[in-house]
């Protein structure tokens, strides 16, 4: 590829536009009567050297089309994602498989079958992500470089034809045209203009770092993207869930085995009437009494262990701090914060029975089974004895009809007592189940009543730590600023030169013409300089009056 | 020359943005599974069998370690406790120890379980889920396979025939 000299002796880059310093159109425009200056008719690199594959796979990338493609199939691919409840939502226990298709039909079959379910966690999503990140890179390096560069190199001087094929361009004839020079130099100073002159030449530039703001946009989106890749990095991004029971310490997920939390208690509050204030009465009234959530909050003591973590090994502990952790107040404590986003009341922790005589309902004492960890046999006295041969903390008879468990949780508890009294030494079987009691062995003389059920409330928290924050806040700001550079500031020249004893006046703006339109008028009024026509609207105003002819 | 760097500058910038999507798509799909990968040294627990006797991983080293995750409730599980049972007097002469790791479960639970399939290797519960946590064991069961240098071989979730289990077993005979 060569490089192409302009008649005023500039060497420009091949596949320019038009002359970087002096601005002649260096191809064939033909009847085009304007200039696009759009990147100032810089020679992007991509569209000039295609020769090997890594250039070809960078024009690819540096395609606007290609990157807007590519925003526009990750959008579609979010919106299906949002028709049915991702995974995370589904109930924990359901298998994804049969959940979709029982709750949608066939709709929800192809939606799991296509891996909508775990979409936003889908290797073909994160990868369209980062090729928008490619994409945005090889975008603007390939077209701010370029940019740049033209810019910096553009002459003060420029040729007549690059001024008479602006949108905004006049000439004018004036009596005095030093004196016109140094007036319209003053204001244009005075207008905040930064002014250079060469042989008598002017050009006025104001607001020119607006064009870097759709770089300076580009470049707060990759560090946020940076910042939400980092997330994968193993330690940068904790997010687990963490369920406690009143009463238990448990080890704090995600923390290695060095934190442990005890709950001491969850409280459930709700508005009451005549406890609350007032002015509540009336959404009182609406909802309900005691229906409306006022309170969601854990008592917990944290705990740091001392010496060595071995998982399993009974921990030594050292208490931290206690802390009520409630909606959006977590705990904070080593970068990790633990918040409050669920709770179960009321899960049952123990039952009683009552050993009973069926016949005369004489009782000969409790037994009370800790539904987390039974004790296998329970002495009554007096020669009374309760064995519990099986327990199922979530019963369910299995496809050969035998009594099993589904999940080590106590939804639906289940046992298999042995009773034993001084006129039943060999003892008798029962089966007891909530609401149901089997006596696998033919009548017995006693039964296990049920006395009572001992629940406790359940915590849910989420422990998160997270590095990234203020990598997505950083290129959050970034890409802020970047956009209020471009958007609220405008790049703004005026060329005033004197062409064969004739004022000619040309004016570009990168965007608001109207803006540059009223500020031409005000600097130029009193000069005896015409107002530079905008070519672009007489234009489409003769269009438009031909096709009205036309039709007419 | 400046085509040349031109050339060098474009594909050192695709190689830096490939790696980063190489790097996040690793992360995301071929490490997360498990917290414990292949190759690696197991952690190291200590945990108590239904006799209390401590058992401690590293105490192992010299021995081939087969680690079995399981419950109660888990047919698959059940269907490899046989197995496993039939194997472990075999093995132990030979310097493989099989060790069952309980999630969590009531003693009473696993003991008549252990009753009621005779089993004799050592059977231990994680009644705070810390080594589940270590070891970030998802379905049950999970099986770590480890070396007499504590090192994981191979991680197998699933249930296994008796050929697979001996198959295992006799890959991390010291």
Redesign the interface.
């Known amino acids: 590829?060569e490089h192409v000299k302009c008649e005023c002796g500039h060497v420009n880059p091949h596949g320019t536009a038009f002359c970087e310093s002096c601005g002649k159109p260096l191809a064939d425009l033909g009847e085009k009567p304007l200039l696009d200056m759009r990147y100032e008719g810089s020679a992007r690199?991509s569209q000039t050297?295609k020769k090997?594959m890594?250039?070809q796979?960078?024009a690819f990338f540096s395609s606007v089309k290609v990157g807007v493609a590519l925003i526009v199939i990750t959008l579609i691919a979010s919106v299906i994602g949002t028709i049915f409840p991702q995974q995370m939502y589904i109930p924990p226990n359901a298998d994804p498989a049969e959940y979709y298709k029982q709750q949608y039909g066939w709709a929800g079959k192809l939606y799991y079958e296509l891996g909508f379910n775990n979409l936003y966690?889908s290797?073909w999503y994160?990868?369209l992500i980062?090729?928008i990140?490619?994409s945005l890179?090889?975008c603007s390096?390939d077209r701010v470089i370029p940019l740049y560069r033209a810019l910096k190199r553009q002459g003060v001087k420029r040729h007549p034809r690059f001024l008479e094929r602006q949108r905004l361009f006049g000439v004018s004839h004036v009596s005095d045209l030093d004196k016109t020079m140094a007036v319209l130099k003053e204001r244009l100073a005075k207008r905040r203009y930064h002014v250079r002159e060469e042989d008598g030449h002017l050009l006025a530039e104001k607001g020119r770092f607006s064009r870097w703001g759709p770089y300076v946009n580009h470049i707060g989106l990759i560090i946020f993207l940076?910042g939400a890749?980092l997330r994968?990095?193993?330690g940068m991004y904790i997010d687990r869930v963490m369920w406690i029971p009143e009463g238990e310490t448990?080890?704090i997920?995600g923390t290695?085995?060095r934190y442990f939390l005890k709950s001491e208690k969850f409280i459930f509050e709700t508005y009451e009437k005549g406890k609350d204030n007032e002015v509540f009465n009336a959404a009182i009234d609406r909802v309900g009494n005691g229906m409306i959530a006022k309170n969601y909050q854990t008592n917990v003591v944290l705990y740091k262990r001392v010496g060595p973590v071995?998982?399993?090994?009974k921990p030594k502990l050292e208490k931290v701090k206690e802390y009520p952790i409630r909606v959006n107040e977590p705990l904070e404590f080593d970068h990790y914060a633990l918040y409050q986003v669920d709770f179960r009341l009321n899960e049952p922790k123990a039952m009683s029975f009552q050993l009973a005589d069926k016949q005369s309902g004489k009782t000969f004492g409790t037994v009370t089974v800790d539904l987390?960890?039974?004790?296998?046999s329970y002495n009554l006295g007096h020669g009374y004895r309760v064995e519990?041969?099986?327990?199922f903390?979530?019963f369910e008879f299995?496809e050969d009809g035998n009594p099993?468990?589904?999940?080590?949780v106590p939804n639906n508890p289940a046992f298999v007592f042995k009773m034993y009294a001084p006129d039943r030494p060999k003892g008798e079987v029962s089966f007891v189940a909530i609401q149901q009691t089997i006596e696998p062995f033919g009548n017995n003389k006693y039964k296990m009543a049920f006395a009572g059920l001992q629940t406790r409330n359940v915590s849910g928290l989420t422990v998160r730590r997270d590095f990234t924050l203020w990598i997505l806040g950083v290129g959050g700001a970034i890409f802020m600023i970047g956009l209020i550079q471009g958007m609220y500031w405008n790049h703004r020249r005026i060329w005033v030169q004197r062409v064969n004893g004739e004022l000619w006046i040309a004016a570009h703006t990168n965007k608001n013409w109207f803006g540059l339109k009223n500020e031409l008028r005000r600097l130029l009024d009193g000069t005896g300089v015409m107002m530079p026509a905008d070519q672009l609207e007489n234009e489409k105003k003769a269009g438009q009056g031909g096709q009205a002819h036309g039709t007419a | 020359m400046k085509?040349q760097q031109?050339?060098v500058m474009?594909?050192v910038?695709?190689l830096v943005?490939l790696a980063?999507?190489g790097?996040?798509?690793y992360?995301?799909?071929f490490?997360e599974k498990t917290a414990v990968a292949v190759g690696s040294t197991a952690?190291?627990?200590?945990?108590t069998d239904l006799k209390g006797h401590e058992h401690?991983l590293s105490d192992y080293r010299g021995k081939g370690v087969f680690l079995n995750f399981w419950?109660?409730?888990c047919?698959p599980c059940e269907r490899e406790m046989p197995y496993m049972n039939e194997l472990y007097p075999i093995y132990k002469k030979q310097g493989v120890e099989i060790l069952a790791v309980n999630?969590?479960?009531?003693?009473?639970?696993v003991?008549?379980f252990a009753e009621r399939f005779g089993l004799t290797f050592p059977i231990?519960i994680?009644r705070?889920?810390?080594?589940l946590?270590?070891y970030n064991v998802g379905p049950l069961p999970t099986t770590f396979l480890i070396d007499k240098n504590g090192e994981v071989k191979q991680i197998i979730t699933g249930t296994m025939t008796k050929d697979d289990i001996q198959r295992h077993l006799e890959s991390i005979k010291p």
Do not use: C, H
């Open positions: 590829m690199r050297y090997t890594i250039d796979i960078w966690g290797w994160i990868l980062a090729l990140g490619v890179v090889i390096l940076i890749m994968s990095v193993p448990k080890e997920p290695n085995g071995i998982p399993g090994a987390y960890d039974p004790k296998e519990l041969l099986s327990y903390p979530d299995d099993s468990t589904k999940s080590r | 085509k031109r050339l474009r594909t910038i695709l943005l980063a999507i790097y996040t798509i992360t995301n799909f490490t952690p190291d627990f200590v945990l401690r419950g109660t409730w047919k999630v969590g479960e009531p003693k009473l639970s003991e008549k231990v994680d705070q889920d810390q080594v946590n270590a």
